[in-house]
């Protein structure tokens, strides 16, 4: 079964909801089809830098979000991924995973990205066991317990600064000398107690036997054991790119846009975290999507 649509939204994070918010406003025939509503910023603890919002927990602005989005009109096709998207006659032919197939003059990505892994032995056999990449979802299931978060950027900080109220102890293990995120989360996070950096420290192994017991690191040569029941991997992110392969990248996968959005591909437009804009913020995704709807409203009103 084929759909037609004038626009297409795949992916429903900041950018993926504003550009819905704006299509709807445009009053376009449009779809959004996402895994999840919310995206990396469900994932956000404490946000204290989106206007309008002193501070606000990602969980509370995605509900505010999407109580928003709700105010419209517009199919959603909630819990699918997209497997590829291709060029057609009139516009392009998006595949979900379950086969559906729609068809849309007009695509905006707003797919994210997701976690990078370790790729060290025991990482995939505690996924879920004791492995995690979202502290917002489980830091609750290790409280009292020692647990270590990888990673010095501002993800991992965000991450330690949750944990620190829940958990017994917080190993911050930073494969660089110093941390490297925010100043004002570096201060936060060195007045927190129980919290211990482990700095120039590589992550050789996670170990345990049915659940998460530890892991192994390597420092200058040295390698020790750290004992904790729960491990929140925070190195980075990888962008959902590779359901188009016909459009501009940069060497790190990115979607490369201008500054009206516009892809290498006439019609198809991106905007936020998997593309090439040099800030990965949840206002700037939004803003990004505002541009997105807005320039796809103009191709299809001049097609």
Avoid at 62 to 90: A, D, N, P, W, Y
Avoid at 276 to 282: A, T
Wanted: glycine residues 10%; proline residues 4%.
């Amino acid at each position: 079964m084929t759909t037609q649509k004038e626009l297409a939204i795949i992916g429903a994070g900041p950018a993926g909801i504003t550009a819905a918010v704006y299509a709807a406003r445009k009053k376009l025939d449009f779809t959004v089809v996402t895994r999840d509503v919310g995206g990396q910023a469900a994932w956000s603890g404490e946000i204290g830098n989106y206007p309008s919002y002193q501070y606000i927990s990602g969980a509370e602005l995605v509900m505010k979000m999407r109580e928003h989005l709700e105010t419209f009109k517009f199919e959603l096709k909630e819990g699918q991924g997209v497997t590829g998207i291709s060029r057609e006659e009139q516009g392009y032919k998006v595949t979900l995973q379950d086969g559906v197939e729609l068809t849309a003059k007009s695509v905006i990505l707003a797919t994210g990205k997701r976690p990078r892994l370790l790729n060290v032995p025991g990482e995939a056999k505690y996924l879920r066991k004791g492995v995690n990449f979202c502290a917002t979802c489980d830091a609750p299931l290790f409280g009292g317990k020692n647990v270590a978060v990888i990673g010095g950027g501002n993800s991992a900080l965000d991450a330690a600064l949750q944990l620190v109220r829940i958990a017994r102890k917080v190993y911050v293990i930073n494969n660089t000398p110093a941390l490297n995120g925010d100043p004002v989360m570096i201060e936060k996070l060195s007045r927190a107690a129980g919290v211990e950096i482990v700095p120039s420290a590589k992550v050789v192994e996670f170990f345990g036997e049915r659940f998460l017991q530890g892991i192994k690191v390597e420092t200058f040569g040295v390698r020790k054991d750290i004992p904790v029941e729960g491990a929140f991997i925070e190195i980075g992110l990888i962008p959902n790119s590779t359901c188009v392969d016909f459009v501009a990248k940069n060497e790190r996968g990115e979607i490369v846009i201008n500054a009206a959005n516009e892809t290498s591909a006439p019609g198809l437009f991106a905007a936020g975290d998997v593309t090439n804009v040099l800030e990965k913020q949840i206002v700037i995704a939004a803003g990004e999507g505002a541009k997105a709807a807005l320039s796809a409203y103009r191709f299809l009103a001049s097609h």
